[in-house]
Protein backbone atom coordinates (compact mmCIF):
# COMPACT_ATOMS: atom_id res chain seq x y z
CA UNK A 1 0.00 0.00 0.00
CA UNK A 2 2.62 2.42 0.89
CA UNK A 3 4.92 1.50 -2.06
CA UNK A 4 2.01 2.46 -4.51
CA UNK A 5 1.79 6.12 -3.03
CA UNK A 6 3.75 8.77 -4.93
CA UNK A 7 4.93 10.50 -1.85
CA UNK A 8 4.79 10.18 1.55
CA UNK A 9 2.44 12.05 3.75
CA UNK A 10 4.19 15.36 5.32
CA UNK A 11 5.32 14.88 8.99
CA UNK A 12 3.52 18.26 9.72
CA UNK A 13 -0.13 16.61 8.99
CA UNK A 14 -2.22 16.82 11.95
CA UNK A 15 -3.36 14.10 14.16
CA UNK A 16 -6.39 12.57 13.70
CA UNK A 17 -9.51 13.98 15.58
CA UNK A 18 -10.82 11.05 18.41
CA UNK A 19 -13.18 8.86 18.51
CA UNK A 20 -15.42 11.02 20.53
CA UNK A 21 -15.82 13.58 18.16
CA UNK A 22 -17.28 11.37 15.47
CA UNK A 23 -20.89 12.56 15.55
CA UNK A 24 -19.37 16.32 15.24
CA UNK A 25 -20.09 18.11 11.84
CA UNK A 26 -17.47 18.15 9.65
CA UNK A 27 -14.79 21.23 9.61
CA UNK A 28 -16.18 22.45 6.00
CA UNK A 29 -19.64 22.92 7.46
CA UNK A 30 -19.08 25.08 10.60
CA UNK A 31 -20.52 28.12 11.13
CA UNK A 32 -17.54 30.17 10.64
CA UNK A 33 -17.37 29.29 7.36
CA UNK A 34 -20.90 30.52 6.71
CA UNK A 35 -19.59 33.66 6.28
CA UNK A 36 -17.94 33.64 3.51
CA UNK A 37 -20.09 32.19 1.52
CA UNK A 38 -22.84 33.54 -0.58
CA UNK A 39 -25.02 35.94 1.35
CA UNK A 40 -28.01 35.41 -1.02
CA UNK A 41 -28.08 31.78 0.33
CA UNK A 42 -29.07 33.13 3.63
CA UNK A 43 -31.19 35.42 2.44
CA UNK A 44 -33.09 33.81 -0.43
CA UNK A 45 -35.58 31.67 1.67
CA UNK A 46 -36.66 35.34 3.45
CA UNK A 47 -39.39 36.22 -0.07
CA UNK A 48 -41.60 38.42 2.49
CA UNK A 49 -39.92 40.26 5.54
CA UNK A 50 -43.25 40.54 7.46
CA UNK A 51 -45.16 37.26 7.38
CA UNK A 52 -41.17 35.71 8.28
CA UNK A 53 -40.81 37.71 11.05
CA UNK A 54 -44.60 37.00 12.44
CA UNK A 55 -43.34 33.17 12.04
CA UNK A 56 -40.10 33.93 14.27
CA UNK A 57 -42.60 35.94 17.20
CA UNK A 58 -44.51 33.52 17.20
CA UNK A 59 -42.50 30.59 17.01
CA UNK A 60 -39.11 31.35 18.48
CA UNK A 61 -35.80 29.06 17.37
CA UNK A 62 -34.87 26.13 19.38
CA UNK A 63 -31.54 26.38 21.58
CA UNK A 64 -28.91 25.26 19.60
CA UNK A 65 -27.52 21.80 21.26
CA UNK A 66 -23.43 21.13 21.27
CA UNK A 67 -24.40 17.74 19.62
CA UNK A 68 -26.93 18.03 17.20
CA UNK A 69 -25.86 18.26 13.40
CA UNK A 70 -26.20 21.93 12.38
CA UNK A 71 -27.74 20.88 9.05
CA UNK A 72 -31.38 20.32 9.27
CA UNK A 73 -33.98 19.79 6.53
CA UNK A 74 -36.32 22.89 6.12
CA UNK A 75 -39.71 22.50 7.22
CA UNK A 76 -42.34 24.57 5.48
CA UNK A 77 -43.68 27.09 8.22
CA UNK A 78 -47.49 26.93 9.64
CA UNK A 79 -50.11 28.49 7.56
CA UNK A 80 -50.90 31.67 8.86
CA UNK A 81 -54.87 32.57 9.03
CA UNK A 82 -56.18 33.68 5.50
CA UNK A 83 -56.82 37.36 6.82
CA UNK A 84 -53.66 38.19 8.09
CA UNK A 85 -51.91 36.67 5.73
CA UNK A 86 -54.08 38.53 2.89
CA UNK A 87 -54.26 41.83 4.64
CA UNK A 88 -50.18 41.52 4.30
CA UNK A 89 -49.59 40.44 1.15
CA UNK A 90 -51.90 42.72 -0.34
CA UNK A 91 -49.04 45.78 0.81
CA UNK A 92 -45.32 45.75 -0.35
CA UNK A 93 -42.72 45.05 1.86
CA UNK A 94 -41.64 48.98 2.93
CA UNK A 95 -38.26 50.02 0.86
CA UNK A 96 -36.57 51.45 4.39
CA UNK A 97 -37.35 48.15 5.75
CA UNK A 98 -36.00 45.83 3.36
CA UNK A 99 -32.76 47.95 2.48
CA UNK A 100 -32.23 47.44 6.61
CA UNK A 101 -32.49 43.52 7.06
CA UNK A 102 -28.78 42.99 6.28
CA UNK A 103 -26.59 40.03 8.07
CA UNK A 104 -24.77 40.66 11.32
CA UNK A 105 -21.52 39.63 11.76
CA UNK A 106 -22.25 36.03 12.48
CA UNK A 107 -24.89 36.00 9.63
CA UNK A 108 -28.15 36.32 11.40
CA UNK A 109 -30.53 38.85 9.85
CA UNK A 110 -31.62 41.32 12.29
CA UNK A 111 -35.24 40.73 14.31
CA UNK A 112 -36.95 44.07 14.80
CA UNK A 113 -40.13 45.24 15.18
CA UNK A 114 -42.99 44.48 12.70
CA UNK A 115 -43.88 47.64 10.56
CA UNK A 116 -47.28 49.84 10.59
CA UNK A 117 -48.23 49.60 6.99
CA UNK A 118 -50.92 51.72 6.34
CA UNK A 119 -54.29 50.13 5.24
CA UNK A 120 -55.96 51.97 2.42
CA UNK A 121 -59.36 49.86 2.48
CA UNK A 122 -60.99 50.16 5.67
CA UNK A 123 -63.89 49.62 7.77
CA UNK A 124 -65.22 53.21 7.23
CA UNK A 125 -63.35 54.35 3.87
CA UNK A 126 -63.20 52.42 0.57
CA UNK A 127 -61.55 53.44 -2.42
CA UNK A 128 -63.90 54.51 -5.44
CA UNK A 129 -64.52 52.22 -8.12
CA UNK A 130 -62.43 52.93 -11.21
CA UNK A 131 -64.90 52.84 -14.44
CA UNK A 132 -63.76 52.24 -17.80
CA UNK A 133 -62.84 55.31 -19.61
CA UNK A 134 -65.65 56.74 -21.83
CA UNK A 135 -63.25 58.69 -24.45
CA UNK A 136 -63.99 61.39 -26.69
CA UNK A 137 -67.81 62.04 -27.12
CA UNK A 138 -69.41 63.62 -29.47
CA UNK A 139 -72.01 67.10 -29.48
CA UNK A 140 -74.92 65.08 -29.48
CA UNK A 141 -74.31 63.04 -26.18
CA UNK A 142 -73.62 66.93 -24.17
CA UNK A 143 -76.70 67.99 -25.90
CA UNK A 144 -79.22 64.75 -24.64
CA UNK A 145 -77.50 65.24 -20.59
CA UNK A 146 -78.30 69.40 -21.62
CA UNK A 147 -81.71 68.21 -22.20
CA UNK A 148 -81.86 65.87 -19.58
CA UNK A 149 -81.07 67.61 -16.68
CA UNK A 150 -82.75 70.72 -17.70
CA UNK A 151 -85.97 68.79 -17.37
CA UNK A 152 -85.01 67.02 -14.15
CA UNK A 153 -83.72 70.47 -12.62
CA UNK A 154 -87.43 71.65 -13.66
CA UNK A 155 -89.33 69.23 -11.94
CA UNK A 156 -86.62 69.46 -8.87
CA UNK A 157 -87.42 73.30 -8.63
CA UNK A 158 -90.90 73.02 -8.66
CA UNK A 159 -90.72 70.52 -6.31
CA UNK A 160 -88.92 71.86 -3.77
CA UNK A 161 -91.10 75.26 -3.61
CA UNK A 162 -94.31 73.51 -3.21
CA UNK A 163 -93.05 71.45 -0.40
CA UNK A 164 -91.40 74.43 1.23
CA UNK A 165 -94.88 76.85 0.52
CA UNK A 166 -96.38 73.54 2.44
CA UNK A 167 -94.38 74.42 5.65
CA UNK A 168 -96.03 76.92 6.53
CA UNK A 169 -98.42 77.17 9.05
CA UNK A 170 -102.02 77.28 7.33
CA UNK A 171 -102.84 80.57 8.77
CA UNK A 172 -99.42 82.01 6.85
CA UNK A 173 -100.45 84.15 3.94
CA UNK A 174 -97.37 81.93 1.81
CA UNK A 175 -99.15 78.81 2.68
CA UNK A 176 -100.14 76.22 -0.33
CA UNK A 177 -101.20 73.09 1.11
CA UNK A 178 -99.92 69.87 -1.24
CA UNK A 179 -102.50 67.99 -3.65
CA UNK A 180 -100.94 64.56 -2.22
CA UNK A 181 -99.36 65.19 1.17
CA UNK A 182 -96.85 62.58 2.32
CA UNK A 183 -97.76 60.18 5.49
CA UNK A 184 -97.26 61.62 8.93
CA UNK A 185 -94.80 58.93 9.45
CA UNK A 186 -93.19 59.93 6.49
CA UNK A 187 -89.44 61.27 6.44
CA UNK A 188 -90.63 63.69 3.55
CA UNK A 189 -93.07 64.62 6.15
CA UNK A 190 -91.18 64.77 9.87
CA UNK A 191 -88.32 66.78 7.38
CA UNK A 192 -90.10 68.42 5.04
CA UNK A 193 -88.25 71.98 5.25
CA UNK A 194 -85.03 70.33 4.81
CA UNK A 195 -86.39 68.22 2.10
CA UNK A 196 -87.64 70.82 -0.16
CA UNK A 197 -83.78 72.58 0.61
CA UNK A 198 -82.26 69.79 -0.88
CA UNK A 199 -84.70 69.53 -3.78
CA UNK A 200 -83.85 73.18 -4.65
CA UNK A 201 -80.14 72.86 -4.50
CA UNK A 202 -80.23 69.52 -6.35
CA UNK A 203 -82.44 71.74 -8.70
CA UNK A 204 -79.56 74.41 -9.10
CA UNK A 205 -76.90 71.21 -9.60
CA UNK A 206 -79.15 69.99 -12.44
CA UNK A 207 -79.31 73.26 -14.05
CA UNK A 208 -75.62 73.95 -13.94
CA UNK A 209 -74.60 70.55 -14.75
CA UNK A 210 -76.95 71.22 -18.24
CA UNK A 211 -75.88 74.44 -19.11
CA UNK A 212 -72.08 72.81 -18.61
CA UNK A 213 -72.76 70.07 -20.72
CA UNK A 214 -73.51 72.62 -23.87
CA UNK A 215 -70.79 74.87 -23.17
CA UNK A 216 -68.18 71.95 -22.94
CA UNK A 217 -69.09 70.54 -26.40
CA UNK A 218 -68.82 73.51 -28.04
CA UNK A 219 -65.43 74.85 -26.00
CA UNK A 220 -67.44 77.93 -25.11
CA UNK A 221 -69.42 80.20 -22.36
CA UNK A 222 -72.58 82.22 -23.13
CA UNK A 223 -73.39 84.55 -20.49
CA UNK A 224 -76.81 84.67 -21.56
CA UNK A 225 -77.58 81.46 -21.03
CA UNK A 226 -75.88 81.53 -17.74
CA UNK A 227 -77.59 84.69 -16.62
CA UNK A 228 -80.84 82.63 -16.59
CA UNK A 229 -79.66 80.70 -13.12
CA UNK A 230 -79.05 83.68 -11.75
CA UNK A 231 -81.77 85.08 -9.65
CA UNK A 232 -82.18 80.94 -8.92
CA UNK A 233 -78.71 81.06 -7.23
CA UNK A 234 -79.61 83.59 -4.85
CA UNK A 235 -82.74 82.58 -4.24
CA UNK A 236 -81.17 78.76 -2.96
CA UNK A 237 -78.67 80.63 -1.08
CA UNK A 238 -81.08 82.58 1.24
CA UNK A 239 -83.06 79.46 1.72
CA UNK A 240 -79.78 77.87 3.44
CA UNK A 241 -78.56 80.98 5.12
CA UNK A 242 -81.63 81.52 6.50
CA UNK A 243 -81.97 78.65 8.83
CA UNK A 244 -80.67 78.51 11.89
CA UNK A 245 -78.98 75.95 14.22
CA UNK A 246 -78.02 74.22 11.10
CA UNK A 247 -74.99 71.01 11.20
CA UNK A 248 -71.43 71.37 9.47
CA UNK A 249 -73.06 69.37 6.81
CA UNK A 250 -76.13 71.71 6.02
CA UNK A 251 -73.34 74.67 5.90
CA UNK A 252 -71.70 72.40 3.52
CA UNK A 253 -73.98 73.10 1.24
CA UNK A 254 -74.17 76.61 1.46
CA UNK A 255 -70.57 76.76 0.63
CA UNK A 256 -71.51 74.47 -2.27
CA UNK A 257 -73.28 77.23 -3.53
CA UNK A 258 -70.89 79.92 -3.12
CA UNK A 259 -68.52 77.48 -5.04
CA UNK A 260 -70.92 76.85 -7.92
CA UNK A 261 -71.30 80.64 -7.99
CA UNK A 262 -67.32 81.05 -8.01
CA UNK A 263 -66.99 78.67 -10.51
CA UNK A 264 -69.72 80.54 -13.18
CA UNK A 265 -68.15 83.88 -12.72
CA UNK A 266 -64.37 82.22 -13.35
CA UNK A 267 -65.52 80.61 -16.39
CA UNK A 268 -67.19 84.12 -17.69
CA UNK A 269 -64.00 86.05 -16.85
CA UNK A 270 -61.68 83.78 -18.90
CA UNK A 271 -63.53 83.53 -22.00
CA UNK A 272 -64.42 87.32 -21.72
CA UNK A 273 -60.50 87.94 -21.96
CA UNK A 274 -59.84 84.91 -24.34
CA UNK A 275 -62.76 85.60 -26.59
CA UNK A 276 -62.32 89.42 -27.40
CA UNK A 277 -60.91 91.58 -24.77
CA UNK A 278 -57.07 90.59 -25.01
CA UNK A 279 -56.96 91.20 -28.43
CA UNK A 280 -59.33 94.43 -28.09
CA UNK A 281 -56.78 95.77 -25.44
CA UNK A 282 -53.81 94.76 -27.78
CA UNK A 283 -55.10 97.08 -30.55
CA UNK A 284 -55.66 99.76 -27.83
CA UNK A 285 -52.10 99.14 -26.67
CA UNK A 286 -50.43 99.11 -29.95
CA UNK A 287 -52.02 102.29 -30.89
CA UNK A 288 -51.12 104.02 -27.76
CA UNK A 289 -47.65 103.29 -28.05
CA UNK A 290 -47.18 104.32 -31.52
CA UNK A 291 -48.99 107.82 -30.06
CA UNK A 292 -46.51 108.03 -27.54
CA UNK A 293 -43.04 107.56 -29.57
CA UNK A 294 -44.45 110.40 -32.36
CA UNK A 295 -45.30 112.46 -28.80
CA UNK A 296 -41.77 111.90 -28.03
CA UNK A 297 -39.76 112.73 -31.42
CA UNK A 298 -42.15 115.67 -32.09
CA UNK A 299 -40.72 117.28 -28.66
CA UNK A 300 -37.40 116.53 -29.38
CA UNK A 301 -37.20 117.97 -32.90
CA UNK A 302 -37.54 121.57 -30.96
CA UNK A 303 -34.73 121.03 -28.48
CA UNK A 304 -31.30 119.62 -30.50
CA UNK A 305 -29.31 119.48 -27.07
CA UNK A 306 -31.47 116.83 -25.69
CA UNK A 307 -31.74 115.15 -29.32
CA UNK A 308 -27.91 115.03 -29.57
CA UNK A 309 -27.40 113.83 -25.84
CA UNK A 310 -29.66 110.51 -26.91
CA UNK A 311 -28.02 110.22 -29.75
CA UNK A 312 -30.94 111.26 -32.12
CA UNK A 313 -30.64 112.74 -35.60
CA UNK A 314 -32.96 115.89 -36.41
CA UNK A 315 -34.96 113.98 -33.44
CA UNK A 316 -35.41 111.31 -34.60
CA UNK A 317 -34.62 107.59 -33.61
CA UNK A 318 -31.41 106.44 -35.45
CA UNK A 319 -32.01 103.42 -38.01
CA UNK A 320 -31.90 99.82 -36.66
CA UNK A 321 -28.05 98.61 -37.49
CA UNK A 322 -27.67 95.35 -38.32
CA UNK A 323 -26.74 92.26 -36.44
CA UNK A 324 -22.87 91.25 -36.13
CA UNK A 325 -23.81 87.86 -37.88
CA UNK A 326 -25.71 89.38 -41.22
CA UNK A 327 -21.79 91.77 -41.19
CA UNK A 328 -19.15 89.57 -40.40
CA UNK A 329 -19.20 86.05 -41.43
CA UNK A 330 -15.88 85.09 -39.04
CA UNK A 331 -15.67 87.59 -36.87
CA UNK A 332 -12.67 88.37 -34.57
CA UNK A 333 -12.53 87.41 -31.11
CA UNK A 334 -9.87 86.98 -28.48
CA UNK A 335 -8.29 84.13 -27.99
CA UNK A 336 -9.78 83.90 -24.01
CA UNK A 337 -13.56 84.11 -25.81
CA UNK A 338 -15.97 82.64 -28.35
CA UNK A 339 -18.66 84.47 -30.27
CA UNK A 340 -21.41 82.78 -28.26
CA UNK A 341 -20.01 84.11 -24.85
CA UNK A 342 -19.53 87.38 -25.94
CA UNK A 343 -23.32 87.51 -27.61
CA UNK A 344 -24.41 86.50 -24.38
CA UNK A 345 -22.61 88.72 -21.74
CA UNK A 346 -23.76 91.65 -24.37
CA UNK A 347 -27.31 90.30 -23.72
CA UNK A 348 -26.61 89.85 -20.05
CA UNK A 349 -25.39 93.68 -19.11
CA UNK A 350 -27.66 95.02 -21.71
CA UNK A 351 -30.50 93.42 -19.43
CA UNK A 352 -29.70 94.30 -16.71
CA UNK A 353 -28.58 98.09 -17.33
CA UNK A 354 -32.75 98.15 -18.66
CA UNK A 355 -33.83 96.23 -14.85
CA UNK A 356 -31.94 98.80 -13.12
CA UNK A 357 -32.74 101.89 -15.37
CA UNK A 358 -36.69 100.24 -15.08
CA UNK A 359 -36.14 100.16 -11.41
CA UNK A 360 -35.19 103.56 -11.14
CA UNK A 361 -37.99 104.86 -13.67
CA UNK A 362 -40.89 107.27 -11.87
CA UNK A 363 -42.05 109.06 -14.66
CA UNK A 364 -46.03 109.71 -15.34
CA UNK A 365 -45.98 107.04 -18.35
CA UNK A 366 -45.48 103.65 -17.67
CA UNK A 367 -41.71 102.60 -18.63
CA UNK A 368 -43.30 99.58 -21.14
CA UNK A 369 -44.38 102.34 -23.33
CA UNK A 370 -41.77 104.40 -23.58
CA UNK A 371 -39.91 104.17 -26.63
CA UNK A 372 -36.36 101.94 -26.48
CA UNK A 373 -34.16 104.95 -26.89
CA UNK A 374 -35.17 107.11 -24.33
CA UNK A 375 -36.33 104.23 -21.92
CA UNK A 376 -32.44 102.26 -22.33
CA UNK A 377 -30.36 105.13 -22.35
CA UNK A 378 -28.67 106.69 -18.70
CA UNK A 379 -29.50 110.16 -19.88
CA UNK A 380 -32.67 110.86 -17.87
CA UNK A 381 -36.19 112.29 -20.22
CA UNK A 382 -36.34 116.09 -20.21
CA UNK A 383 -39.41 117.11 -18.48
CA UNK A 384 -41.45 118.51 -21.94
CA UNK A 385 -40.77 115.35 -23.50
CA UNK A 386 -42.12 113.28 -21.05
CA UNK A 387 -45.67 115.84 -20.84
CA UNK A 388 -45.62 115.23 -24.00
CA UNK A 389 -46.01 111.35 -23.49
CA UNK A 390 -48.03 112.04 -20.46
CA UNK A 391 -50.80 114.03 -22.75
CA UNK A 392 -51.54 111.12 -24.97
CA UNK A 393 -55.11 109.36 -25.30
CA UNK A 394 -56.62 106.80 -26.44
CA UNK A 395 -60.13 106.35 -26.97
CA UNK A 396 -62.53 103.30 -26.68
CA UNK A 397 -65.45 102.10 -27.58
CA UNK A 398 -68.48 102.08 -24.92
CA UNK A 399 -68.66 98.05 -25.31
CA UNK A 400 -64.38 97.45 -24.38
CA UNK A 401 -65.34 99.78 -21.03
CA UNK A 402 -68.18 97.25 -20.52
CA UNK A 403 -65.92 94.64 -20.91
CA UNK A 404 -63.74 95.84 -19.03
CA UNK A 405 -66.05 96.69 -16.15
CA UNK A 406 -67.51 93.20 -16.48
CA UNK A 407 -64.13 92.14 -15.79
CA UNK A 408 -63.19 93.90 -13.08
CA UNK A 409 -66.38 93.11 -11.48
CA UNK A 410 -65.93 89.27 -12.00
CA UNK A 411 -62.51 89.10 -10.94
CA UNK A 412 -63.85 90.55 -7.39
CA UNK A 413 -67.04 88.49 -7.66
CA UNK A 414 -64.94 85.04 -8.13
CA UNK A 415 -62.05 85.83 -5.31
CA UNK A 416 -65.12 87.12 -2.49
CA UNK A 417 -67.42 83.76 -3.87
CA UNK A 418 -64.35 81.48 -3.24
CA UNK A 419 -63.27 82.98 -0.29
CA UNK A 420 -66.87 82.66 1.28
CA UNK A 421 -67.23 78.93 -0.31
CA UNK A 422 -63.92 77.90 2.28
CA UNK A 423 -65.26 79.05 5.25
CA UNK A 424 -67.66 76.47 5.03
CA UNK A 425 -67.04 73.65 2.30
CA UNK A 426 -63.17 72.51 2.55
CA UNK A 427 -61.35 69.44 2.48
CA UNK A 428 -60.94 68.95 6.27
CA UNK A 429 -65.10 69.60 6.38
CA UNK A 430 -65.38 66.53 4.02
CA UNK A 431 -63.62 64.04 5.50
CA UNK A 432 -65.60 64.13 8.71
CA UNK A 433 -68.94 64.71 7.47
CA UNK A 434 -69.08 63.16 3.86
CA UNK A 435 -66.23 60.81 4.39
CA UNK A 436 -67.98 58.46 1.40
CA UNK A 437 -67.47 61.87 -0.94
CA UNK A 438 -64.06 62.50 0.47
CA UNK A 439 -62.79 59.18 -0.50
CA UNK A 440 -63.46 59.03 -3.76
CA UNK A 441 -61.79 62.85 -4.62
CA UNK A 442 -58.74 61.34 -2.64
CA UNK A 443 -58.10 58.01 -3.76
CA UNK A 444 -58.93 59.38 -7.53
CA UNK A 445 -57.49 58.28 -10.50
CA UNK A 446 -58.82 61.11 -12.94
CA UNK A 447 -57.21 64.42 -14.22
CA UNK A 448 -58.64 67.60 -13.96
CA UNK A 449 -59.54 67.28 -17.59
CA UNK A 450 -61.60 63.85 -17.35
CA UNK A 451 -64.54 66.21 -16.10
CA UNK A 452 -66.83 64.14 -19.07
CA UNK A 453 -65.64 60.65 -17.75
CA UNK A 454 -67.98 60.46 -14.07
CA UNK A 455 -71.66 59.44 -14.20
CA UNK A 456 -74.06 61.77 -13.23
CA UNK A 457 -75.72 59.36 -10.99
CA UNK A 458 -73.13 57.13 -9.76
CA UNK A 459 -72.14 56.90 -6.20
CA UNK A 460 -69.47 54.25 -5.78
CA UNK A 461 -66.96 56.04 -8.79
CA UNK A 462 -63.83 58.31 -8.66
CA UNK A 463 -63.98 62.45 -8.58
CA UNK A 464 -61.66 65.33 -8.84
CA UNK A 465 -61.71 68.34 -5.73
CA UNK A 466 -62.09 71.07 -7.76
CA UNK A 467 -59.19 73.10 -6.59
CA UNK A 468 -59.18 76.02 -8.17
CA UNK A 469 -61.25 78.24 -11.17
CA UNK A 470 -59.07 80.35 -12.49
CA UNK A 471 -58.57 78.66 -15.92
CA UNK A 472 -62.32 78.89 -16.47
CA UNK A 473 -62.40 75.04 -16.23
CA UNK A 474 -63.94 72.50 -13.19
CA UNK A 475 -67.73 73.46 -13.21
CA UNK A 476 -68.49 69.91 -13.89
CA UNK A 477 -66.58 68.24 -11.00
CA UNK A 478 -68.65 70.85 -8.69
CA UNK A 479 -71.83 69.79 -10.18
CA UNK A 480 -69.89 65.95 -9.71
CA UNK A 481 -69.08 66.56 -6.42
CA UNK A 482 -72.30 68.84 -4.99
CA UNK A 483 -74.33 65.96 -6.75
CA UNK A 484 -72.81 63.14 -4.46
CA UNK A 485 -72.84 64.98 -1.81
CA UNK A 486 -76.65 65.68 -1.46
CA UNK A 487 -76.94 61.39 -2.42
CA UNK A 488 -75.07 60.81 0.63
CA UNK A 489 -76.22 63.02 3.14
CA UNK A 490 -79.77 62.93 2.18
CA UNK A 491 -79.85 58.68 2.78
CA UNK A 492 -80.25 59.56 6.65
CA UNK A 493 -83.44 60.96 6.01
CA UNK A 494 -84.76 59.31 2.49
CA UNK A 495 -84.13 61.78 0.09
CA UNK A 496 -85.32 59.96 -2.64
CA UNK A 497 -84.26 62.90 -5.46
CA UNK A 498 -86.34 62.85 -8.74
CA UNK A 499 -88.33 59.70 -7.37
CA UNK A 500 -89.76 61.63 -4.59
CA UNK A 501 -90.64 65.01 -6.03
CA UNK A 502 -94.06 66.09 -5.91
CA UNK A 503 -95.61 65.95 -9.40
CA UNK A 504 -96.66 69.44 -10.85
CA UNK A 505 -100.12 69.59 -11.62
CA UNK A 506 -102.18 70.74 -14.45
CA UNK A 507 -103.76 73.97 -15.01
CA UNK A 508 -107.40 72.88 -14.36
CA UNK A 509 -106.16 70.80 -11.23
CA UNK A 510 -104.41 73.72 -9.75
CA UNK A 511 -107.36 76.29 -10.75
CA UNK A 512 -109.78 73.74 -8.91
CA UNK A 513 -107.82 73.34 -5.75
CA UNK A 514 -106.50 76.92 -5.25
CA UNK A 515 -103.03 75.34 -5.03
CA UNK A 516 -101.06 76.39 -7.68
CA UNK A 517 -97.79 78.54 -7.67
CA UNK A 518 -98.01 81.92 -7.24
CA UNK A 519 -97.22 84.44 -10.10
CA UNK A 520 -93.93 83.54 -11.44
CA UNK A 521 -91.68 87.13 -10.84
CA UNK A 522 -88.18 88.11 -11.83
CA UNK A 523 -88.16 90.27 -8.37
CA UNK A 524 -84.62 88.53 -7.14
CA UNK A 525 -83.11 89.82 -10.51
CA UNK A 526 -83.38 93.43 -9.29
CA UNK A 527 -82.27 92.13 -5.84
CA UNK A 528 -78.64 90.62 -7.08
CA UNK A 529 -76.03 92.80 -4.90
CA UNK A 530 -73.19 94.32 -6.73
CA UNK A 531 -70.35 92.16 -6.06
CA UNK A 532 -68.52 91.79 -3.77
CA UNK A 533 -70.10 94.07 -0.46
CA UNK A 534 -73.65 92.82 -1.80
CA UNK A 535 -72.61 89.19 -1.58
CA UNK A 536 -72.94 89.19 2.36
CA UNK A 537 -76.37 87.72 3.74
CA UNK A 538 -79.45 89.40 3.79
CA UNK A 539 -80.60 91.50 6.56
CA UNK A 540 -82.60 89.47 9.19
CA UNK A 541 -85.36 91.56 8.60
CA UNK A 542 -85.87 91.39 4.96
CA UNK A 543 -88.34 88.72 3.86
CA UNK A 544 -87.13 86.88 0.95
CA UNK A 545 -89.09 86.89 -2.36
CA UNK A 546 -91.50 84.13 -2.80
CA UNK A 547 -90.66 83.27 -6.22
CA UNK A 548 -87.79 81.44 -7.41
CA UNK A 549 -87.72 83.23 -10.46
CA UNK A 550 -85.91 80.13 -11.78
CA UNK A 551 -85.61 79.00 -15.17
CA UNK A 552 -89.10 77.23 -16.64
Same mark, same amino acid.
Given at each position: ????????? #? =??? &? *? @???? $? %???? /???????????????????????????????????????????????????? #? =??? &? *? @???? $? %???? /?????????????????????????????????????????????????????????????????????????????????????????????????????????????????????????????????????????????????????????????????????????????????????????????????????????????????????????????????????????????????????????????????????????????????????????????????????????????????????????????????????????????????????????????????????????????????????????????????????????????????????????????????????????????????????????????????????????????
Amino acid at each position: MIGDLDAPL #P =PTL &P *P @SPPA $S %RAAS /PAAGFKRKLDSSSDPDAVKRPRTNLSIDRSQNQRHPPAPQQTHQPHYQPSQP #P =PPQ &P *P @SILT $S %RQLA /PTPSHLASRSEPCEDGEVREEPAAVIPVVRGSTVDVPIRRPKKGKLSQRHFDALHDKYHAAGRMLKYSGDARFWSTYPPTHREYRPLLDPPHPSSPYHKHGGLIARLELLDALICFTYSIWNRDYARRSCNKETWSTIAAFLVWCKQKWHTEEGISDAERAFLGLIWMIEAFIQGRQMLYTVRGHLDSDMDKVYENTSKKIATAAATAMEGDPVSAASFGLLNGKAPPMLPSPSSTNSTPVNRDDSTPSTNSANRQAQAAAHAQSRQSQYTGAVPSKLVPPHLRESSVPIPPHVMNAMAAVTEPISPTLVQHLKDLTAGYSATAYCTQTAQQTLNLPLLRRCFPNTWARMMFSTLLPTDEHEPDFEDEEGELFWPDQCINGEGIGWVCLMGKAMIKEFGKAYGYKGLDGVVPKPKPEESSENGSGAPPTSAHLQTQNPKPPAGHGPQPSNQRPSSSSAAPR
